[in-house]
């Protein structure tokens, strides 16, 4: 099936740091989305991408949907112990409405 | 976005007994998706929840482990069947369609299911 790439698997960072992560498929997707989960808590949504070349902040947060429609990175500036949590890439499937799922970004802050 | 209500938030089960999580939606929503997490993985589809007819089962998933329910535009129930250990898991619902906004999925808290 389809899948989507995402990276790095872990970070572990320093408070104030920047952060980047990306996402990359093989395929084409029309709208790519980013998702935060917390402990105990479902997915919440960060930052939903329409447009290639695309780029779309939420406070310290930024996304980018690559001009290719293949690939998305998010970045979180000046990083805070709130931040901590995985980070997971999707895109949205026109055909069904479905959501592929990259596999997640943990983020760890370290004290 | 909408207020997506999942009860229980978890429950501890004896094998070979069924549980009953249920979604609810303070809003119409055109769809309603089942996911099953393990613990630090990403999310699995385990159905699309139709309003008045049957779900749509992703490949591993039946009905009769997983039946699951719609009676309106609003709620939805998934049943986990004949439990055993390996059905532990965290199952998520979430919810698309929401007026005015293109075909997001929005998330419940989950429900966090140990089966000894």
């Known amino acids: 099936g389809q899948q989507l790439n995402q990276s790095p698997q872990s970070m572990f960072i320093q408070e104030g740091e920047d952060v980047s992560m990306n996402c990359t498929s093989s395929s084409i997707f029309n709208t790519w989305l980013w998702y935060k989960q917390e402990p105990g808590e479902g997915p919440v949504l960060l930052i939903a991408?329409?447009?290639a070349g695309e780029l779309t902040s939420n406070g310290r947060l930024t996304a980018q949907f690559g001009i290719t429609r293949k690939d998305s990175f998010l970045n979180i500036s000046a990083s805070i112990p709130s931040d901590v949590g995985i980070y997971f890439c999707a895109v949205l499937m026109d055909s069904n409405y479905q959501l592929i799922w990259g596999a997640g970004t943990k983020l760890i802050i370290k004290p | 976005s909408a207020v997506i209500s999942q009860k229980p938030s978890r429950d501890i089960c004896q094998r070979g007994t069924s549980l009953t999580i249920q979604c609810q939606v303070d809003s119409q929503v055109t769809m309603m998706f089942w996911y099953r997490q393990q613990p630090g993985q990403s999310l699995t589809l385990i159905a699309t929840a139709n309003q008045g007819s049957e779900a749509t089962y992703e490949s591993g998933f039946v009905i009769d482990k997983f039946p699951i329910s719609r009676p309106n535009l609003t709620f939805s129930t998934l049943t986990v069947s004949n439990m055993s250990p390996e059905d532990s898991s965290i199952y998520l619902c979430s919810v698309s369609g929401i007026a005015g906004v293109r075909n997001i999925q929005y998330f419940g808290a989950g429900t966090r299911l140990s089966v000894l």
């Open positions: 991408l329409y447009k």
